[in-house]
């Protein structure tokens, strides 16, 4: 069955403090995992997309990776306004398309 | 900014009323929409896809009477949540793809609760 999971649920960091988001996969062959930050009451909103192991991206304080089984979201010296929660979400190959399945999200909190 | 809108943002309701739920996209056209339905500190999990004329497919579990899926305009697709129940309760997004973009764009989010 694929499945999509997200650790930690939650983390509290202080600003500055550099830190890493995992989300880790099991598909029957990866189409895209993409990573969406939701802040509360508001819909996801798109950061990355990645497609092949190896692969990399960044924006601004974010830089995600990719492996065959995981993807990391590294937040280098984070602001508090990089508080939100993080959804991963992957699209197998076995989908239709544009059909993703979510993780559960990680909650960051950022403190000043 | 915004690719894709959604109304009302927020609405309360009395148990065993209807709701509608709007889903807009703009200077686009959307042949395709999805729903989701996200319950707090829980994963987004698909309930339809939306065809714009053609009949919605559900996602197994998903009662297609209860959730009416109308998508009669490219740019217009619209959740009925018929005979609300508190269960109901929950943040509803849609979502549709864009062509040539690698990704789908979310709406902002309606909240449902029914008393």
């Known amino acids: 069955e694929d499945q999509v999971t997200q650790s930690p649920e939650a983390l509290r960091l202080q600003e500055g403090e550099s830190s890493s988001l995992n989300c880790s996969y099991t598909v029957s062959g990866l189409r895209g995992l993409f990573w969406y930050r939701q802040d509360p009451g508001k819909g996801p909103e798109f950061l990355f997309t990645l497609y092949s192991a190896g692969e990399e991206k960044e924006k601004e304080r974010l830089k995600a990776t990719l492996t065959k089984k995981e993807s990391f979201l590294h937040i280098t010296a984070p602001k508090p306004e990089d508080s939100a929660t993080y959804l991963c979400?992957?699209?197998?190959?076995?989908?239709?398309?544009?059909?993703?399945?979510f993780g559960t999200g990680t909650r960051l909190k950022v403190l000043a | 900014g915004a690719v894709v809108s959604q109304h009302p943002s927020r609405v309360i309701c009395k148990s065993g009323t209807s709701v509608k739920i709007e889903c807009r996209s703009l200077d686009f056209q959307a042949t395709t929409m999805f729903w989701y339905r996200q319950f707090p500190k829980q994963s987004l999990m698909l309930m339809a896809t939306s065809n714009e004329g053609s009949k919605a497919t559900y996602e197994q579990g998903v009662e297609k009477d209860k959730f009416l899926i109308n998508h009669a305009s490219l740019t217009l697709s619209t959740l009925t949540v018929t005979s609300a129940h508190p269960e109901d309760s929950s943040f509803y997004i849609c979502?549709?793809?864009?062509?040539?973009?690698?990704?789908?764009?979310f709406g902002p989010g309606t909240r449902l609760l029914v008393l």
């Open positions: 979502s549709s793809p864009l062509a040539g973009v690698e990704t789908q764009y």
């Open positions: 979400a992957v699209q197998p190959v076995t989908s239709g398309t544009y059909k993703y399945i």
